[in-house]
């Protein structure tokens, strides 16, 4: 049964299609495209041991991220690699995000490159939604220098899958009343929750489509994927998104990460590392003045495999020194796999996060030179910079890359 999507609220009339999902278009890459005139229309890696980012020239050639920098040569042998820069990319991120505030103010960051817009209440002053879609991909090429690419629809998750098919540099509406026209064609893969092991799982049944697996009901999607999965799938085959945009929305993690590449890596150097990924981090969570309860470590091995492990602490913190020791623990545990299998990139990530006012009666009290060192290194951190102060066993070495976030 193929039907047309859009009525709501048993009103007879359809929503208007006024959510924006914003997307700019291989944002390192492009901010390095933009400010060196010579990778114009090159293909252009952006990273070190591994890829960060890739141009579209790139990706023509098969290069994804986060492939390694070595096997992406072989795919794109023509490829400029450029090592990363977080602050260029921050500052461009910050402007850009400018322009969506000037635009409406129900705006919902989701990364440093892509955010949700509701423009619904702007219909009498700023015109029609594609209009103001075109008006602000016109604003950040010609203030910011950067493509971006916009969906417009009903729904979140359409405004998002619109964005993604209108690449690169492109704009698509999808009207409320041609919305299954346009999503049922489309692959499994474009719904969210379709990640690899979903989307094999779903080939070897013969759905490849949206529409297919639409047509599968619900009964038969739990039975196959579960009851939450087929629950969610079966909805969103269908339009069906009721989420708003949420302004009010904070991170629910943050994280850093140190490529190694494939050299050899003693446990000291290791250990070094993971020390400067949790200075860092306890610093944005305290400038932030959020807590978090679980610490996660994230692990890339040399033959490519993955693995992470995690610590949820007894009583939320801000504190480096508790931060480092949950992870100094989880690399410990985590040692005999690295000697064995290799180590080319270390991460690490905050989760469970809260407001630290809310959680302020129950914070237990911290050691007293513990609590400043911490004051003393923000300090620093804010009046120099974060690359002006590190611990002494990572001298020489760096702390590594850092993905840069939204203002929290």
Not at 44 to 58: C, E, T
Not at 114 to 135: K, M, N, Q, T, Y
């Given at each position: 049964?193929?039907v ?6 048993g009103l007879?009339?359809p ?14 890459a492009s ?5 060196r005139?010579?990778?114009?229309g090159r293909?252009v890696?952006?990273?070190g ?6 141009s579209?020239?790139?990706k023509?050639?098969g290069?994804?991220?986060?492939m390694?920098?070595?096997?992406a ?5 023509g ?5 990363p820069r ?29 955010a949700?817009?509701?423009v619904s ?7 029609e939604?594609v ?13 910011v220098g ?6 417009v629809?009903?729904?979140?998750f359409?405004a ?6 209108s ?12 919305e ?11 719904l ?9 799982e779903?080939?070897?049944?013969g759905i490849?489509?949206?529409g ?5 009901g ?17 909805a ?11 302004t009010a ?17 003693t446990?000291?150097?290791?250990e ?5 990924l ?7 969570l305290?400038?932030a ?17 993955r693995?992470s492990?995690?610590h ?17 623990t ?12 290799g ?10 996060l809260?407001?630290?006012?809310v959680?302020?009666?129950t914070l237990?009290?911290e ?11 923000d ?5 120099f910079?974060a690359?002006?102060?590190?611990r ?8 590594g ?8």
């Amino acid at each position: 049964m193929f039907v047309s999507g859009g009525e709501v609220g048993g009103l007879g009339r359809p929503e208007r299609a006024a959510i924006l999902h914003a997307d700019l278009d291989s944002f390192y890459a492009s901010v390095e495209q933009r400010d060196r005139p010579g990778l114009r229309g090159r293909p252009v890696l952006v990273g070190g041991g591994v890829v960060l980012a890739a141009s579209y020239q790139a990706k023509a050639y098969g290069v994804r991220t986060p492939m390694n920098v070595r096997e992406a040569l072989r795919l794109c042998p023509g490829a400029i690699v450029v090592p990363p820069r977080m602050g260029a990319y921050s500052a461009a991120s910050r402007a850009v995000f400018e322009i969506f505030r000037d635009t409406t103010p129900e705006v919902e960051g989701i990364s440093i490159d892509e955010a949700f817009l509701d423009v619904s209440g702007l219909w009498r002053i700023a015109g029609e939604p594609v209009a103001i879609a075109r008006g602000l991909r016109e604003r950040v090429r010609r203030e910011v220098g950067l493509p971006i690419s916009v969906g417009v629809a009903r729904t979140k998750f359409l405004a998002k899958v619109a964005s993604a098919v209108s690449k690169p540099d492109g704009l698509l509406e999808v009207p409320v009343d041609g919305e299954l026209r346009f999503l049922h064609p489309l692959p499994v893969e474009r719904l969210w929750g379709v990640g690899a092991v979903t989307a094999r799982e779903l080939r070897e049944r013969g759905i490849t489509t949206v529409g297919q697996l639409a047509e599968m009901g619900e009964g038969a999607l739990a039975g196959a994927l579960g009851p939450a999965a087929g629950r969610h799938l079966h909805a969103l085959a269908w339009g069906r998104d009721p989420r708003r945009v949420d302004t009010a929305r904070r991170r629910r993690s943050i994280g850093a990460q140190r490529a190694l590449g494939r050299r050899d890596r003693t446990d000291a150097e290791i250990e070094a590392y993971l020390h400067g990924l949790a200075d860092r981090l306890g610093h944005r969570l305290r400038k932030a003045e959020r807590v978090c309860r679980t610490v996660v470590l994230r692990l890339r091995f040399d033959d490519f495999g993955r693995a992470s492990r995690s610590h949820t602490l007894p009583e939320a913190t801000n504190s480096g020194e508790t931060i480092l020791r949950a992870a100094r623990t989880l690399l410990e545990d985590a040692l005999p796999t690295i000697h064995e299998r290799g180590l080319t990139l270390i991460g690490l990530a905050l989760t469970n996060l809260d407001d630290a006012d809310v959680m302020q009666l129950t914070l237990p009290l911290e050691p007293r030179a513990e609590s400043t060192l911490d004051s003393t290194l923000d300090a620093l951190r804010d009046r120099f910079g974060a690359g002006t102060v590190t611990r002494a066993a990572l001298l020489k070495r760096g702390e590594g890359l850092s993905v840069p976030i939204l203002p929290d």
